[in-house]
Every structure is written in C-alpha cells, then in structure tokens.
C-alpha cells in the first residue's frame, strides 16, 4: 500500500532572501525545473527593506519538496525557508471582484457581501466591485454565490501566511536575585547595631 507521505498535496512555504534582481526567477525556477507548479507566490518586504519574504504555494509529494527546499537552502540570496504546511498558522488571501450590478440583483449581492464580511469598493451604475479576504475555501464560496449573478472580472492575490504565536507567554524561572556577598568585618555589618533603624519601623 502506497504511503500517505508520498501523495502530492499543497505546501505552503515561506522563503526570506535577500531583497535584489533575480533572486524571485532562481527561486521559481528551482519547483519548475522539477514540473511543479507554482500555484500561488506573493513577494514583499520584511521590516528590514533588504530583506523580502516570499510566501509560495506548490502542489507536491514530501519527497520532491524536501529535496527542493534543501536545494533553496544552497541559494546564496536564501536566508531562511519553513514549511508553515504542518504548522500552526494563519493564512489570508485577498480577492477583487467586480459583479454585474442589474437592479434586482443589487440587494442580493449586498447581502452576499454582508454574510462574507467584504467591502463595495467601487460602484458604478451596472457594476460593483467587492473586495474580500480569508483562507481559499472562504474566497471560493464567495465566488460560486456571485458567479450565477454575472462576474465580469476577478483578480486574486497570492496566499500570504504566517506562524502562530505560543499558546503561552515564555517565563524566566522565578529565582530569586542573588545579592553580592557581603564584605567582610564588624564596619560591614551596621544592621547589627541596636541603634539603627529601619525607616518602616
């Protein structure tokens, strides 16, 4: 029996390279040279402007994606690459679509709009233009609702994805804080003098 590994299913991987001509096609071509295709890539900066993360989406077994992420490793313009697959992570996609607005069918994509939580950006007198965002099946809904109503265009944007934080905050031990040694003789320790006071007492 075939093992489940060796399936193709879709990878979600997150690449940090160095922010410069050329490095996106030497990426892209290292799935292409292997006949994987590139279902979705979006590319931008980090906080650091010379640094960009590129969030790809390929379909593929686990074999042909370890071998190509271990080839992406070798990239010189390559910082760091992770497999969110497996992952805790949240995903977003963001999806334009511009609707044939006829006047019975305006309330309806209203309401279609208000159940997906998208906005109207655009409204003219024979079409609205939504705009959404959520994980691919939430986007793919949307679309079926709105296809029989007349979907003139629909522009999509790559996944972008990100790892989830802890569940908990991470805690230094409570240890308690070392005092340097006390020095040594009877000047050092005036505590001991009856005549001194505490300021509480």
């Keep these: 029996m075939q093992n489940g590994s060796h399936e193709?299913?879709?990878?979600?991987?997150?690449?940090?390279?160095?922010?410069?001509?050329?490095?996106l096609s030497?990426?892209?071509?290292?799935?292409?040279?292997?006949?994987?295709?590139?279902?979705?890539l979006s590319v931008g900066e980090t906080l650091d402007p010379t640094v960009a993360r590129m969030t790809?989406?390929?379909r593929g077994d686990e074999?042909?994606?370890?071998q190509v992420t271990k080839q992406l490793h070798k990239l010189i313009d390559v910082i760091k690459v992770s497999d969110l697959t497996?992952?805790?992570?949240?995903?977003?996609?963001?999806?334009?679509?511009r609707v044939n607005a006829e006047p019975q069918h305006r309330a309806e994509i209203l309401r279609i709009a208000d159940i997906f939580r998208a906005r109207v950006v655009d409204?003219?007198?024979?079409?609205?233009?939504?705009?959404?965002?959520?994980?691919?099946?939430?986007?793919?809904?949307?679309?079926?609702?709105l296809?029989?109503?007349?979907i003139q265009e629909l522009v999509r944007t790559g996944k972008i994805a990100i790892a989830r934080g802890p569940m908990?905050?991470?805690?230094?031990?409570?240890?308690?804080?070392?005092?340097?040694?006390?020095?040594?003789?009877?000047?050092?320790?005036p505590a001991e003098d009856p005549r001194v006071v505490g300021f509480a007492d």
């Design 8 to 23: 193709p299913r879709k990878h979600t991987i997150a690449v940090h390279v160095e922010n410069r001509f050329g490095v």
């Design 86 to 97: 497996d992952e805790r992570h949240v995903e977003r996609e963001l999806v334009l679509i």
């Design 123 to 145: 409204v003219t007198p024979v079409s609205f233009v939504l705009e959404a965002t959520g994980d691919e099946e939430k986007l793919g809904a949307l679309v079926e609702l």
């Design 56 to 58: 790809i989406v390929v």
């Design 168 to 189: 908990t905050r991470s805690r230094k031990s409570a240890e308690p804080r070392r005092r340097p040694p006390a020095p040594e003789g009877p000047a050092a320790r």
């Design 63 to 66: 074999f042909v994606i370890e």
């Design 26 to 40: 030497r990426v892209a071509n290292l799935f292409s040279a292997r006949g994987y295709n590139i279902e979705s």
């Design 147 to 150: 296809r029989p109503l007349g």
